[in-house]
C-alpha cells in the first residue's frame, strides 16, 4: 500500500473514524426511512432479510470504498485516477469517483431541505406547538410548511449553515469533533425514547412486531425494499467512504471497522423502531402510514400524550442530529476536490460548495409550491434530484468501487491489507467479485 500523503488530513483516532462513519451511515434513513419501510414490508420479515442483505453486499463495498480511499489519500476522483494508472487500468474507471462526488453534491441539496424540516419541527415541539392537534391539524401543518417557500427556505439555509460550519472546521477539528458530541447524544437520546417505549403498552407488540418474522409475508417486492435499503443506508457510492478512507491510517482494521460499522448502524436503526412502534400500536395507529409517520402521524400522538412536549423535542433533536451527521459525510468529497484542485484553502473549498449545493436546495424545495408545475422527465426537481441519485449514481458508483477492488487491485496486496488467510481472501473473493456486484445490479435493474 502506498506511503500516506503528506500534508493530507488524517482521522486523530480510530475512535474518531469510528464515529464518523457510523455518523454518515446513521442517518434519515435509519430514523425516518426503516421504520416506515419495515411497517409497509410486513415487519420482520424485512428485518430478516435486511440484515443478510447487509452482511452479504454492505460489508463487502464499504470496505472496498475505504479500501479505495486510503490507498489514494485524495479526493474520489484523483483517488481513482492515480489507482488506475498505478495499476495498469483504463483511465474510464475515474468516473467511479466522479459519479461518487456528483451523487453526494446531488443528494445534499435535497437532504438539506428535509434536514431543513427537522429543524423546523424541533422548534415546535419544544414550543409546544403539537398540543392538542388533532388529525386534520397535524396534516395541514406539514401540508402548510410545504407550500411556504419562505419557511422552507429558512430552515434549508439553517441546515446547510450548521452543516458548512462543521466541514469547514477540518477532519479533525470539524468532521471528527462533530461525531464525538452528537453520535453518543444520538445514543442517549434514543435510549431515552426506547426506554419511554418500553414502560407503554405498545411496546410488546413491537418486539414481536421487528423480531418474530412471518415469512408467509416474504414476497419479491419486501426482498428488493430490504436489498435497496441495505445498500442504501451505508452511504454507499456517494463518494463519502472513498473520501473518509483517503484520511484513514494504514494500522485500521478495514474489516473490524466495517463490521463494527454495520452493526452500529442496524442497531440504531432498530432502536429507532422500539422507541417509534410502541407510540404507535398503543395509540392504535398504522405502523405502515409511510413518509409521514414521521412528520404526520407522531406530532398527533405527542400533543395528546403526557409528557408528549418533551417526548416531541427528544425525537425531533434525534432526528436532526441524525441528519446533520449525515450532511457533513455528504459535504466532504466535494470540499476535499475543491482542496485539492484548486487554490481554495478548507473554508474556501466549504464555502463555494455549499453555496452551489444550497442554491440546488432552493430549486429543490420551490418544486413543493411556486415551481410545482415545473417537470423534468415527469418529475418535480426535488423527485428527480432523489431519482437521479438512487436510482442510477448511488448503485452505479458502489457497482464500480466493488468491481475495480475485486478484480484491479492486486490480488496479494489486497490479501494482506485485509489479513486474511487463504481460505478467508477466498471467501473474500467471492463476495467481492461476485455475490455483492450481482446485489447492487438487481437493485439497479429493480429500481428501474
Not at 498505478?86 to 469517483?97: D, E, F, L, Y
Not at 462533530?178 to 413491537?206: C, E, H, N, Q, T
Request: net charge neutral.
Amino acid at each position: 500500500m502506498s506511503a500516506l500523503k503528506q500534508g493530507h488530513g488524517q482521522w486523530s483516532s480510530r475512535m474518531g473514524f469510528m464515529l464518523a462513519a457510523v455518523g454518515s451511515a446513521v442517518g434519515l434513513g435509519n430514523i425516518w426511512k426503516f421504520p416506515y419501510m419495515v411497517g409497509q414490508s410486513g415487519g420482520a420479515a424485512f428485518v430478516a432479510v435486511y440484515l443478510i442483505c447487509i452482511a452479504m453486499i454492505g460489508l463487502p463495498i464499504i470496505v472496498a470504498e475505504w479500501m479505495i480511499g486510503r490507498r489514494g489519500q485524495k479526493n474520489p476522483i484523483n483517488t481513482m485516477a492515480d489507482l488506475a494508472a498505478a495499476n495498469g487500468r483504463s483511465k474510464g474507471w475515474v468516473m467511479v469517483g466522479v459519479s461518487g462526488t456528483l451523487a453526494g453534491f446531488l443528494i445534499l441539496s435535497f437532504y438539506s431541505v428535509i434536514g431543513g424540516w427537522a429543524l423546523s419541527y424541533l422548534i415546535d415541539a419544544m414550543s409546544g406547538g403539537f398540543t392538542g392537534m388533532d388529525k386534520d391539524a397535524a396534516g395541514a401543518a406539514f401540508s402548510g410548511m410545504l407550500g411556504d417557500p419562505g419557511s422552507l427556505t429558512i430552515w434549508h439555509t439553517a441546515f446547510m449553515a450548521l452543516t458548512a460550519g462543521v466541514v469547514a472546521m477540518g477532519v479533525a477539528g470539524g468532521l471528527e469533533r462533530a461525531s464525538k458530541i452528537l453520535m453518543p447524544a444520538l445514543g442517549v437520546l434514543l435510549a431515552l425514547m426506547v426506554g419511554y417505549g418500553a414502560a407503554s403498552d405498545g411496546f410488546g407488540r413491537a418486539l414481536e412486531y421487528l423480531f418474530a418474522p412471518d415469512f408467509s409475508k416474504l414476497t419479491g417486492e419486501v426482498v428488493l425494499a430490504a436489498l435497496g435499503h441495505a445498500f442504501f443506508t451505508l452511504s454507499l457510492g456517494m463518494g463519502v467512504m472513498i473520501a473518509y478512507g483517503s484520511y484513514l491510517g494504514e494500522k485500521v482494521d478495514l474489516l473490524r471497522a466495517a463490521r463494527t460499522v454495520a452493526i452500529m448502524d442496524t442497531v440504531i436503526a432498530l432502536g429507532a423502531g422500539l422507541a417509534i412502534f410502541p407510540i404507535v400500536f398503543a395509540n392504535g395507529l398504522d405502523p405502515a402510514a409511510g413518509p409521514g409517520l414521521i412528520f404526520v402521524t407522531l406530532p398527533l400522538v405527542f400533543g395528546k400524550i403526557t409528557g408528549g412536549v418533551i417526548l416531541a423535542g427528544m425525537f425531533f433533536l434525534l432526528l436532526t442530529f441524525a441528519a446533520l451527521t449525515s450532511a457533513i459525510s455528504l459535504l466532504e468529497p466535494s470540499v476535499e476536490l475543491l482542496q485539492e484542485r484548486t487554490p481554495l484553502g478548507r473554508v474556501g473549498a466549504t464555502l463555494l460548495a455549499s453555496a452551489v449545493i444550497w442554491a440546488l436546495g432552493i430549486a429543490a424545495l420551490l418544486s413543493f409550491n411556486v415551481w410545482s408545475d415545473v417537470l423534468i422527465f415527469g418529475n418535480n426537481i426535488f423527485d428527480l434530484l432523489d431519482k437521479l441519485t438512487s436510482k442510477f449514481l448511488l448503485p452505479l458508483t458502489a457497482l464500480g468501487a466493488v468491481l475495480f477492488v475485486g478484480w484491479c487491485l492486486d490480488r496479494d496486496s489486497v490479501r494482506d491489507e485485509l489479513n486474511l488467510s487463504s481460505g478467508g481472501f477466498a471467501l473474500w473473493n467471492l463476495v467481492v467479485r461476485f455475490v455483492a456486484p450481482i446485489g447492487v445490479l438487481v437493485v439497479f435493474v429493480s429500481s428501474l
